[in-house]
C-alpha cells in the first residue's frame, strides 16, 4: 500500500487483498532508484517544471482499477429497510471525483470535521429525503480508519437521519474487522470502492489465487463485484463516479508548456525520457512504473523514492516531472 489514507489496492492484484490499514509506511524518504525502462529514449525529453497546482493526467487507456465510491450494505438491513439503498444512491448520484477533492481538502486541509463538512454536502446537493421512512430504526454506519471514509460515512448517516432514521457513524479501521459486522447487520452501511472490494471478497470466496476480477471499467467491476457481495451476505448500491484510485500528476504549468491532458499525450510529447517520483515499490509495481512503461511507453530517465505524503510536492518543487498520487487528495482541490 502507498498511502496511509486508503488501501492502492490497484497498484499490484496482490495488494488488493490487504485491508485499509494494513500497511507501514511507503516509500524509502528520498532514494534514488535506477531506472527499469528498457528501450532507448528517442525523441524530445521533458524536464520538470516547477508550480503550485497539480493536474491529474488521464488514464485513458485504463493502466489502473476502477475504485468508484459505492455503498455496500449489509443484506439483511437492506431487505428490513428497503429504503436505505435507494437514499445511498442519492449520495452516489451527486459525487464526482471533483466533490471528492473537494470534501477531502475541507477535511484534510482546512480543517473542518467530516460531520460538519457532510452536513453542507448534503444541503448543498439538496439529498436530504423528503419522507421519514425510517422512523425508530436504528443504522449504525461503518467508517475505515481515515478521514475520506469517515466523511462518506457522515455524508451516508445525514442523509439516512433526514430519512428518520437513527443513524450513527462508528470508525471501525480495517476491512477485516468492519465486513464481518457488515455481513451480521451490526453495521448497516460502509462506504467501499468497487474494484478493492471486488478483489477482496474474490479472494476469500473464490480463494487468494482466483483470477482477477476487477478492471478499468466500472459497469464491468460492479458487475463481478455483485454476486460476490450477495455470497457474503451484502448488497452494493449504486457506484458514483466519485474515483479513490492511483494517478499520475504533473504540475499545471508542466501541462501547459506541453499541451498534455493524457498519459498519451505526455508519452507523445516526451518521448525522449521524463524523471518519476513514486513510493519505493513503483519500479516493481505492475500498476506503477512498469505499468505506464508496457501501456503507455512513456520512458523515464530517473526514478526517485519518496514517502507517499512527499511525491506532490516533489513534483511541485520541480524534483520530479510526474509523480504518483491519489484521484481523489484534497491538495488537488
Do not use: W
Request: hydrophobic content about 45%; charged content about 20%; some cysteine.
Amino acid at each position: 500500500m502507498f498511502s496511509n489514507r486508503k488501501s492502492l489496492a490497484v497498484l499490484s492484484l496482490a495488494a488488493s487483498l490487504l485491508a485499509l490499514g494494513a500497511c507501514g509506511d511507503p516509500g524509502s524518504g528520498g532514494g534514488v532508484a535506477d531506472p527499469t525502462s528498457q528501450g532507448a529514449a528517442t525523441g524530445a525529453a521533458c524536464e520538470p517544471v516547477p508550480g503550485d497546482q497539480l493536474v491529474v493526467l488521464k488514464d485513458d487507456k485504463t493502466l489502473q482499477n476502477a475504485d468508484n465510491v459505492i455503498p455496500a450494505v449489509s443484506a439483511s438491513v437492506a431487505e428490513a429497510n428497503p429504503g436505505v439503498v435507494p437514499l445511498l444512491d442519492a449520495v452516489s448520484d451527486a459525487l464526482d471525483t471533483d466533490r471528492l477533492i473537494a470534501l477531502n481538502k475541507a477535511v484534510d486541509i482546512d480543517r473542518q470535521t467530516s460531520s460538519e463538512v457532510a452536513a453542507q454536502f448534503v444541503k448543498d446537493e439538496g439529498l436530504a429525503a423528503t419522507e421519514q421512512s425510517g422512523a425508530g430504526t436504528s443504522l449504525a454506519i461503518g467508517a475505515a480508519n481515515f478521514s475520506e471514509s469517515s466523511t462518506l460515512a457522515n455524508i451516508y448517516a445525514e442523509v439516512l437521519r433526514s430519512a428518520g432514521y437513527d443513524a450513527q457513524v462508528r470508525e471501525i479501521g480495517a476491512r477485516e474487522t468492519y465486513l464481518p459486522a457488515l455481513e451480521s447487520g451490526e453495521l448497516a452501511v460502509v462506504p467501499e470502492y468497487a474494484a478493492t472490494l471486488a478483489e477482496f471478497l474474490n479472494s476469500t470466496v473464490n480463494g487468494p489465487d482466483a483470477a482477477p476480477v476487477a478492471s478499468g471499467d466500472v459497469d464491468a467491476t460492479v458487475a463481478a463485484l455483485e454476486p460476490l457481495a450477495q455470497e457474503r451476505g451484502l448488497v452494493v448500491g449504486k457506484a458514483s463516479a466519485a474515483q479513490d484510485q492511483n494517478a499520475f500528476a504533473v504540475t499545471q504549468e508542466f501541462a501547459d508548456e506541453h499541451g498534455v491532458t493524457t498519459l498519451s499525450e505526455l508519452a507523445e510529447a516526451c518521448a525522449g525520457g521524463l524523471s518519476l517520483a513514486g513510493p519505493a515499490e513503483c519500479p516493481e509495481r505492475p500498476f506503477c512504473q512498469p505499468g505506464l512503461e508496457e501501456k503507455y511507453g512513456l520512458v523515464f530517465t530517473d526514478f526517485t523514492a519518496y514517502d507517499f505524503a512527499l511525491i506532490g510536492e516533489a513534483v511541485r518543487k520541480g524534483e520530479a516531472a510526474i509523480g504518483l498520487v491519489l484521484s481523489s487528495d484534497g491538495s488537488l482541490g
